[in-house]
C-alpha cells in the first residue's frame, strides 16, 4: 500500500512539474539499459532543440516494468537513467545542470490509463528528462550596461592582441568567437569578430600558428559527437573550420595546422565558453616580421 501511494505521488508530481518544463522519454526493451537506434535518434533531435535554451537544470529518472524482483528494477532503472546521462553528456550537455539521475524502479499497472498490459509495460520501460529552463533575463539598466562597456574595453580584442608582440609558445584565445552546441559553426554572432582576426592574420604573414579546437561536457576528457556528421570529433572539426575560414580570407595554409584538444582543458565556469578555438605561436620569422612592419 505504502509503495502503491508513493508511485502515485510521483506520478502526479511529475506531471505537474512537467507543465513547466519541457519533457521527453526514452523507451527500452524488456531487460536492456543500451538505447535503441531509433530512439537514440529520437532523443538527437530532442537534443537539437535544446541548442538555443538556456537550461537551469536536467533531472533524469528511469523506470521499469511492474515484472521481475524489486531489487533488479531499482538496478535496471538506474543503469537506464545513467546511460541517458552518457548520451546527453557526450553530445554537449554540461553535467553541472544534471541535477537528478535516479532509478525510480518499477510503475505499477494501474498508473496508465490503458487496457493492453503489454502495451503499458512497454511504456513503463522508460527513462523521463525533464528541463527546467533559465527565467528570461530582464533587459539590464542603461547605466549598469555602459559601466559594463567600459570595463569590457579595457581588455584587447583578439586581433589586436595579434597585432602586437607575440612569441613562440603564446596562446591567444579567440574571445566572443562562440559555437552552437554540438556543432562546429559559429555562432552568427560570432562572425564579425572571426573576420577581425583573420584580417589581422592575414597583414601578420611573420607568425605560424596551430589552431585548437575544444569541447565542453563530456566525460572522461573525450571529444563530442558532431551532430552534423555523427563522428566523435566535434573538437577537431571546430579547428578545421576556423582552418578553412582563414583560408578563404587568404590566410597561407603553410602558416597553420589544426588540432583537436577533446575536452582536455576546460576553462571553468559556463560551459559555453568550453567551446571555443585558441591558437598556438609555433613560429615567429623574423624577416617577414619586418617586412611586415
Do not use: W
Amino acid at each position: 500500500m505504502n509503495k502503491l501511494f508513493t508511485l502515485t505521488i510521483l506520478f502526479f508530481v511529475s506531471i505537474t512539474y512537467a507543465q513547466n518544463n519541457i519533457t521527453h522519454e526514452v523507451y527500452f526493451e524488456t531487460d536492456k539499459y543500451e538505447v535503441i537506434t531509433t530512439e537514440e535518434n529520437r532523443l538527437l533531435l530532442f537534443i537539437s532543440g535544446l541548442a538555443d535554451i538556456d537550461i537551469e537544470s536536467i533531472a533524469i529518472f528511469g523506470f521499469c516494468d511492474d515484472v521481475g524482483a524489486d531489487s533488479y528494477n531499482q538496478k535496471l532503472s538506474q543503469q537506464r537513467a545513467e546511460a541517458i546521462k552518457a548520451i546527453l553528456s557526450n553530445h554537449e550537455i554540461s553535467e553541472n545542470v544534471i541535477t537528478n539521475v535516479d532509478g525510480k524502479g518499477e510503475i505499477l499497472l494501474k498508473i496508465v490509463n490503458e487496457t493492453n498490459v503489454a502495451k503499458i509495460r512497454g511504456l513503463n520501460r522508460k527513462v523521463q528528462i525533464i528541463i527546467n529552463p533559465k527565467p528570461p533575463i530582464l533587459p539590464k539598466p542603461v547605466e549598469a550596461t555602459k559601466k559594463e562597456a567600459s570595463v569590457e574595453e579595457k581588455k584587447l580584442e583578439t586581433a589586436e592582441v595579434i597585432k602586437g608582440d607575440v612569441k613562440v609558445g603564446d596562446k591567444i584565445r579567440f574571445e566572443n568567437i562562440l559555437f552552437k552546441t554540438g556543432y562546429s559553426v559559429i555562432n552568427p554572432e560570432s562572425k564579425k569578430t572571426l573576420n577581425d582576426i583573420a584580417d589581422a592574420l592575414v597583414e601578420r604573414e611573420d607568425i605560424y600558428f596551430t589552431i585548437e579546437g575544444h569541447v565542453c561536457c563530456t566525460q572522461f576528457s573525450r571529444d563530442a559527437i558532431d551532430r552534423k556528421t555523427k563522428q566523435r570529433n566535434l573538437s577537431v572539426a571546430r579547428a578545421k573550420f576556423v582552418y578553412d575560414y582563414f583560408a578563404k580570407k587568404g590566410v597561407s595554409k603553410k602558416r597553420m595546422r589544426y588540432l583537436g584538444m577533446r575536452r582536455k582543458f576546460p576553462l571553468g565556469g559556463d560551459p559555453k565558453y568550453d567551446r571555443r578555438v585558441e591558437i598556438v605561436i609555433t613560429y615567429v620569422d623574423d624577416k617577414a616580421k619586418k617586412i611586415s612592419r
